[in-house]
């Protein structure tokens, strides 16, 4: 199957009032895990790449080109996406690698500054035919969209959406990026209130979806409240890294022989597997089957 296009992914999400899974890949087990993740739920995924995990792996271009290769092999629609770039020109790199979608993370900045450059890169997107994603915090916020107690202002947001042009935006509802349990508390009258704010504020007069990042420290019943509420995308890492290196621990706590690392991966590779088909099954809940 070709790659799938993240704005069909998520206008289709939106339109239904159900969420996509977007996921982490850490190394090219998770991109593997990921993809058949997705297969045995049949449902779509994104797979994501951070600007963090490409400098890990020495550069956007070999986990870029790995991960699409897996992609394209899904018999299930897959999209891959760059997330949480905060260098202008590693989003350019991902548009000529045939990224289909992208992420400007302007959250640590000035307002007018981040709309300023925010805006620059979505036209470059929009020129390549790229999907874009921003972040959008609090005026003047200078700890990220995703700090403890930083929410996004409704009409910022939808001013912020208008003066960039971006298709789909990271919000700050109470979520924080890579905690290791799940009891943060969502403002879920907020996320209600933030998608009133963006319907018909996309190009041609749609609306433009909401994404929650940080949602490895969400619960489930708070993650399926979020999405009825008029979350589309919704971004998970730390949670599945966390079974991928429980597996690892359990493998090598079994036997202190095993060297043989492929011994002790595919066990991790399957356990994030399972964890993630479960999370593509939960967000994929239409509003009154739950």
């Known amino acids: 199957m070709t790659l799938a296009s993240a704005r069909d992914l998520m206008r289709s999400a939106a339109a239904a009032g159900t969420g996509v899974g977007a996921f982490n890949v850490i190394h090219l087990e998770t991109a593997e895990a990921l993809v058949a993740a997705s297969e045995r739920a049949e449902l779509p995924v994104i797979l994501q790449i951070s600007q963090n995990c490409a400098d890990y ?12 290769a897996v992609a394209r092999r899904a018999t299930t629609p897959v999209a ?16 000529e690698l045939g990224f289909g979608s992208v992420m400007f993370d302007g959250g640590t900045l000035d307002y007018d500054e981040n709309v300023e450059i925010t805006a620059d890169v979505a036209r470059r997107a929009r020129a390549a035919g790229v999907y874009i994603e921003a972040e959008l915090g609090e ?4 700890d990220g969209a995703h700090a403890p107690g930083v929410r996004t202002d409704p009409d910022e947001a939808r001013a912020f959406v208008e003066a960039t042009g971006v298709d789909s935006l990271a919000v700050a509802v109470g979520s924080s990026h890579a905690m ?16 009133a704010a963006l319907r018909g504020t996309g190009r041609n007069g749609g609306d433009v979806p909401l994404v929650l990042h940080g949602s490895s420290g969400v619960s489930d019943e708070v993650i399926a409240q979020a999405v009825r509420a008029g979350m589309t995308k919704i971004n998970v890492s730390t949670h599945l890294n966390g079974f991928f290196t429980r597996a690892i621990r359990e493998s090598l706590a079994a036997d202190d022989r095993l060297v043989d690392s492929r011994k002790y991966l595919s066990p991790a590779r399957e356990a994030v597997a399972e964890e993630a088909a479960r ?9 009154g089957q739950e």
């Open 80 to 95: 891959v996406h760059l997330d949480h770039a905060e260098r202008p020109e590693l989003v350019d790199e991902a548009i």
């Open 180 to 195: 290791l349990d799940r009891s943060a508390s969502l403002d879920i009258e907020l996320i209600g209130r933030l998608r």
């Open 57 to 68: 792996h020495g550069g956007l271009e070999p986990i870029g080109w790995a991960t699409l």
């Open 279 to 287: 999370m593509l099954r939960l967000f994929a809940v239409t509003p």
């Open 139 to 142: 005026v003047g916020g200078k």
